[in-house]
């Protein structure tokens, strides 16, 4: 399958792409607009990368990546042999070695079999350096057609009690799958909240999980403005949210990025939690 | 502690560390799949199972489950009464 290789390798290529599943458990904690981000962040820095939206019947990933006008086949239409898989990729003409295999809407999870998700992985593996599936919430078959072909995992929180608690729930069955430790995004962090003692910090989330870190995402009304637009917050330069996951991107490329510091004491709250001596 | 000074320790909980110690339990339960009742009801047969064999004050059993990592312990500590010579 050459030809998604950009032209300079001329389908002369050994890659093998990273199978990066993005799940949660609860559903609305930002999954899709990671895979977005994260995506188009990796390609960016000059990767392959093909985004797969795994929730068949509530697409998404096409509309915040901005390509929902290019659709002509998806994700189902491969499977059921309507289409070669190539024909369904959409290339995302902005960034370079940037593409999407989207959902079907009109069908259901049950159209896709765990094992259809490892042969379409295993026939984009050669040509990409990473694939990343956007799962659906919950934890039935959509959420196990999308970890099927993961070699890694990450699981998205907010720092809220019941996407926490779900989010354990995940760690449990990826543990029983033996899917390896998977990583945590802390996702729409409220840092003056987080000062005030009314979000819970990173440090309580890690606590309870137990597992480690890929990054933490701060609430960032520039995401809201750049889903409306179809443009990925990474590619804009001055917003904390894209500089959050470009950093993410980095680690899971293996580089050493340090933490924003997303909890330093800030705005009013914080200021007179300082001065009271109870900022941690 | 009095019940002054549990009043004024609960004050200062913040909402976050409530959270997080609300999420502490009920991931205990959780992960082990034990309900807080099924706990109980674990805690009575034990506490009958034992007390065919020796005598024990079920007031001062403590039965808990903690966390060992990811993996939950089940602790119990059940004292014996002193056999009348
Ligand atoms: N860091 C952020 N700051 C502000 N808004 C955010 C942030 N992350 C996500 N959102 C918003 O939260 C909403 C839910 O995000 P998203 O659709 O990515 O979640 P999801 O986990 O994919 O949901 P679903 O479970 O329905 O698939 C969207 O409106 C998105 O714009
Ligand atoms: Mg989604």
Redesign the interface.
Known sequence: MQGFTGGDSQGFCHMSARVITITSGKGGVGKTTATANIAAALAQLGNQVVAIDADVGLRNLDLVMGLENRIVYDLVDVIEGRCRLRQAMIRDKRTDGLYLLPAAQTRDKTAVSPSDMVLVCDELRPSFDYILIDSPAGIERGFRNAIAPADEVIIVSNAEVSSVRDADRIIGLLQADEKGAPRLIVNRIKPDMVAAGDMLAIGDVLDVLMIELIGTVPEDDQVIVSTNRGFPVVLENHSLAGEAFRNIARRIRGEEVPFLSLQQNRGLRGWLKKLRGGGK | MSLLQRLLRQNRL????I??D???M??IH??SDLSPGMLEALKDEIIATIGKRVQVDPARVTFSLEQD??TSRLVADIPLIPKMR
């Open positions: 913040t909402s976050s560390q959270a997080k609300r999420l502490k009920v991931l959780d992960r990592g990811r």
